[in-house]
């Protein structure tokens, strides 16, 4: 059984004992919120300055303290962004 990271959808794997699954590998970093556009925001990532897009979650953890300037956590998975919390 697993909960998808990006739609919380519950998946259950039937496979023999043997058989290997792969695990997506989560990149934690940090970042600042260059510019809030709807239900979109652009993060500046912290180490390497790059400036990207990501959509703001419904049940973002300090979504009240979200604004230009804020510093964010977000996780790197497969090449998607996902927005964690406000720090």
């Known amino acids: 059984m697993g909960i998808g990271l990006f739609d919380n ?3 259950s794997i ?4 043997d058989a290997s ?5 989560v990149d934690k970093r940090t970042g600042q919120v260059v510019s809030i556009i709807g239900n979109t925001t652009q993060i500046m990532d912290g180490e ?12 973002l953890e ?6 230009p300037g804020a510093e964010v956590e977000y996780w790197r998975i497969m090449g998607r962004s996902k927005l964690v919390r406000v720090k």
């Open 9 to 11: 959808v519950k998946r």
């Open 14 to 17: 039937v496979a023999p004992v």
């Open 21 to 25: 699954i792969d695990i997506p590998i």
């Open 48 to 59: 390497t300055f790059e400036v990207f897009e990501v959509d703001i979650p419904e049940d």
């Open 62 to 67: 300090g979504r009240d303290r979200l604004a």
